[in-house]
């Protein structure tokens, strides 16, 4: 157990983010706290991708001719996640806009108010 | 590798922020707590050597992503609360349920930042290191993999982006946006 | 807490497009939390130590974007990271003086027409490895056509992603805060957004 946590330790970090995420997603009636939970699981599984690119002794892989200069950190997850942070900052500003238009046409952003509306008409 | 003390300073703020921002029912609260949860992570990209992330990650949850956040707030309404989000069964299941699961592979994994590890002594990782600068001419190998080697997805990555714009035109109902 | 009391009953209603006459979402929601609607709440408050500090440092974080922006080859950095940064001056400048000023001398042709380009850039560059090599972004094949083509050309396509990135980010910004005023123009008419 101990050594779990001292060498696996962002890897814990990844699990009891993706569940606080998911908490956060099914116990929150509010739209918008819904939103910043799958935020936060989503920053959940870039931690996992950037620490398993992490090494010890490594540098940022900035490189000279023929690799030199190392041991460097793997560059390849960072690539992946780089691209996915800014696709999420799109996904959360869609989702964000779905829930004024939700405010629009229905007056609330929370979820039981909603259901009793929608039950409503 | 053994835990240094920054890493572990960074990565306790991190989950005591996303600890308050899930359990603040008081979303403007919460927002806040992301806010800084978001900074904790560009941090913590930081410290494990990946500074183009880190860069993103400062600028766009720390920055953007709460300003959205907040102008959501602005046109739609706000939530004043003293009280915490409590604990229901389906809530307190699907957390246990992912823990578990997600946990259970853990102790599989290998340690952080070991060099034996796959994805650092593996052939793909080592390929772009060695031949980026030679094939590319270009000195960061995260921007060398984005457009050189994986141009194809950094095009589709670019095209979500595009679609989000087009998305957020239509949700808004803004069509005749220009 | 009792500061933000407010009358809620039918004050958020004129705005709303249809339906949802009889929810009164806005009120007491059950739980002992107080919910305020939009319309009471001014969307801008001038503050001058924000003003002043914006119009310091404005500059410097457009500068900082076109930097990473531009040296994303050498150093860290890219397209993205410089694109948010540059997004970031906008959405710093709208914090400090009102959304709707800034969004009006940012017309919505010339984002638009950022964005275009960037796409454009990445595909025309992408497009152009059939006329040098055989393939779809064959970088290195720009090589053969003047000395470091393949480094200058994966630094024109970081820079098509920046431009794209930073205006596709920047009109978000603005469809999601300018609408607010517009929300309680009950006329449809009189809505400016539309056409500006």
Redesign the interface.
Same mark, same amino acid.
């Given at each position: 157990m101990i050594e779990?946590?001292? +060498? =696996?330790?962002?890897?814990?970090?990844?699990?009891?983010?993706?569940?606080?995420?998911?908490?956060?997603m099914?116990?929150?009636d509010?739209f918008? =706290?819904k939103?910043?939970?799958m935020?936060?699981f989503q920053?959940g599984i870039?931690?996992f991708f #950037?620490?398993?690119?992490?090494?010890?002794?490594?540098?940022?892989?900035?490189?000279?001719?023929?690799?030199g200069g190392?041991?460097?950190?793997?560059?390849?997850?960072?690539?992946l996640?780089?691209?996915a #942070?800014?696709?999420?900052?799109?996904?959360?500003?869609?989702a964000?806009?779905?829930?004024?238009?939700i405010?629009?046409?229905?007056? +609330?952003?929370?979820e039981r108010?909603l259901e009793?509306?929608r039950a409503?008409? | 590798m053994s835990l240094s003390v920054p890493v572990a300073v960074v990565l306790l703020f991190m989950l005591g922020s996303a600890l308050a921002a899930a359990v603040i029912r008081d979303v403007v609260g919460s927002i806040v707590a992301f806010a800084g949860y978001s900074f904790g992570v560009a941090v913590l990209w930081a410290l494990l050597r990946a500074p183009d992330v880190a860069l993103t990650e400062a600028a766009v949850g720390a920055g953007i992503t709460t300003v959205l956040f907040l102008l959501t707030l602005a046109r739609t309404t706000v939530t004043r609360s003293d009280r915490f989000e409590g604990i229901s069964l389906r809530s307190g299941l699907a957390v246990v349920a992912i823990v578990v699961t997600v946990g259970a592979t853990v102790p599989a994994l290998p340690a952080v930042g070991d060099p034996s590890a796959p994805i650092l002594a593996g052939d793909v990782s080592q390929y772009y290191l060695t031949n980026a600068y030679d094939q590319t001419g270009v000195t960061n190998v995260v921007t060398a993999v984005l457009v050189g080697y994986r141009g194809f997805d950094t095009l589709g990555e670019v095209a979500v982006v595009f679609a989000a714009g087009i998305a957020m035109l239509l949700v808004l109902r803004r069509e005749a946006f220009v | 807490m009792s500061d933000r009391d407010s009358p809620t009953d039918a004050t958020a209603d004129s705005g709303r497009p249809d339906g949802a006459d009889e929810s009164q979402p806005d009120a007491v929601d059950g739980e002992g939390s107080v919910s305020r609607p939009a319309d009471e709440r001014p969307p801008y408050v001038e503050s001058t130590i924000i003003m002043t500090t914006v119009r310091v440092i404005a500059p410097f974080v457009l500068t900082l974007g076109l930097f990473v922006m531009f040296h994303g080859a050498s150093s860290a950095g890219g397209g993205f990271q410089g694109g948010v940064i540059a997004a970031t001056t906008v959405v710093m400048l709208g914090f400090a003086f009102g959304i709707e000023p800034i969004a009006s001398r940012l017309r919505n042709e010339h984002l638009a027409l950022l964005v275009l380009s960037g796409v454009g850039t990445f595909l025309v560059v992408g497009l152009g490895g059939y006329l040098v090599g055989d393939n779809f972004l064959q970088v290195s094949e720009y090589e053969t056509l003047f000395h470091h083509g393949s480094k200058y050309s994966i630094e024109l396509v970081e820079v098509g992603i920046g431009v794209v990135v930073s205006g596709v980010i920047t009109s978000l910004f603005f469809l999601l805060g300018t609408g607010i005023d517009a929300a309680d123009a009950a006329d449809p008419d009189t809505d400016s957004e539309e056409d500006r």
């Open positions: 779990l946590l001292t +060498t =696996k330790y962002t890897y814990l970090v990844v699990v009891a983010l993706l569940g606080i995420g998911a908490y956060v099914i116990e929150s509010n918008v =706290k939103i910043i939970g935020n936060v920053t870039f931690v #950037i620490s398993s690119a992490f090494h010890t002794a490594g540098r940022s892989p900035v490189v000279q001719s023929g690799g190392g041991p460097f950190v793997s560059p390849l997850p960072q690539v996640i780089l691209t #942070i800014v696709v999420g900052v799109s996904l959360t500003a869609v964000l806009g779905l829930v004024v238009r405010y629009e046409r229905y007056g +609330t952003i929370n108010t009793e509306v409503d008409e | - | -």
